[in-house]
Structure formats: structure tokens, C-alpha cells
């Protein structure tokens, strides 16, 4: 490993080696062991970086600000109508349910055919005979 590389490591991962690449971290440790001046330079850098940013802490904002700001936000479609919104939609899906199993049962229902309506079926293998009627009148033809 270069220092070049070992530095732009440090930059991205920090100074703490557990963090960088398993594929990185022995050649970054033998480098730091070899003493190089550079890698130690970049690795006191990135220290110095990681305190400055797990030490920050945010402000808590002002309870009042956050309630004017939620106050002057306008209202959305959904946040006015959202009251009767969430019954409406149980009741149609309710409805759509109940449509639907109607629909399914009355196609299950088999319809009553004709005897002289016999069709062959999609699944014959050929083994069923098929008997068509002929009128007396298309005969004489």
C-alpha cells in the first residue's frame, strides 16, 4: 500500500482500521508498522476528524417555532379527508370482496346444454366421440 492510498483511506473510512476494507486493512497496519511518516500524518488527521464530528451535537429546536411551523403548513388533500377516508376504503374493499366471491361462484355454477349441444372438450385426447345432430330440413338439401 502507498501512503497516497493509505490517505485517501483515512479521508473516506476514518481512523479506525476496523472500519476500512477487510481487503485493506493488514496492508494499511503494515504500513503504520513500517513507520511511515505520511500514513501516521493522514491517521492523526482522521482522528482529529472522527472527535470533531462524535462530539457535535445538535440543538433542540424551540417547541414553539415547531408548532408555528406545523400550524402555518398547508393541508394536504389526504390530511383534511383522511377521517373518512380510512372507513370508505375498508367498506369498498368490503364491497369489491363481496362482488367478486359472487361473481366466482355464479361461473361455477355449470350451465344445463342441450343434448343436441354436445361440444368436445379442450381436454379430450380424442378418445370420446363427438355426435352432431342434423335437422330432417338441412337433409333434403
Known sequence: MTPERFAYLADVY???????PDTEQRAAQALLDSGNLHARDALQQARWLDHQLDSHQLALPDPALVRQIRQSAPRSFWSR??????????VGVGIAGIVTGMLVASMSVPL????SEVLPSVFDQGDAEVVF???AEETEQ
Open 14 to 20: 476514518g481512523a479506525d482500521l476496523q472500519r476500512w
Open 81 to 90: 379527508y383522511a377521517s373518512w377516508l380510512s372507513p370508505a376504503g375498508l
Open 112 to 115: 344445463p346444454m342441450l343434448s
Open 133 to 135: 345432430t342434423v335437422n
